[in-house]
């Protein structure tokens, strides 16, 4: 993928951001839960996290997966601002994504009708999946049982909610 400019100077992080990039550079473990209410700047936070781990080599390969294609196309459009190139709602049928792009936002429907398109994918480059709302995902249900199939093998998971539990009180994965 090709190279990022330097995060932008115009774009400084709230103090909630701020901390949770120390919290996630300290964290040990491959999966990480970030919590915080709608319009808290939760977007901006993992692609500030995807930005620092491209740009370290610690990654070369980001996939957000979100409840929706609108959702997709949003995290799409916003990575563009600090030059990361996400392919918004890529078909399973398409393959895991071009090299020449930092990767894909997918829907869980997706990652669900294709698992293995992109576990071979991610077997292949060091990963960084940020999972938006990641409520939508039961540990036992289709979307949550194949992200975690299709991600088991993430350099590392970033976990973005509002809602940080589900309603039927089954486990999410990797939270």
């Known amino acids: 993928a090709r190279p ?48 620092r781990m491209l740009s370290a080599g610690f990654v070369s390969r980001v996939v957000v997966a979100g409840p929706t294609t609108h959702i997709c196309r949003q995290w799409a459009a916003d990575a563009a601002r600090y030059g990361i190139d996400l392919e918004p709602n890529r078909p399973n049928a398409a393959g895991p994504g071009p090299r020449a792009r930092h990767g894909v936002a997918v829907t869980y429907a997706t990652l669900a009708a294709g698992p293995g398109v992109h576990r071979r994918r991610c077997a292949e480059l060091p990963t960084l999946l940020i999972a938006d709302e990641p409520h939508h995902m039961g540990e036992l249900a289709s979307w949550g049982r194949s992200t975690q199939a299709a991600f088991e093998r ?19 994965p990797w939270v």
């Open 4 to 51: 990022l400019p330097d995060w932008p100077d115009s774009r400084p992080l709230r103090s909630w951001q701020e901390e949770a990039t120390e919290a996630v550079r300290a964290h040990t473990a491959t999966s990480f839960l970030a919590s915080a209410t709608p319009a808290a700047g939760k977007t901006t936070f993992g692609l500030h996290i995807a930005h």
């Open 154 to 172: 993430a350099r590392f998971r970033l976990l973005l909610s509002g809602t940080p539990f589900r309603s039927d009180n089954s486990p999410i």
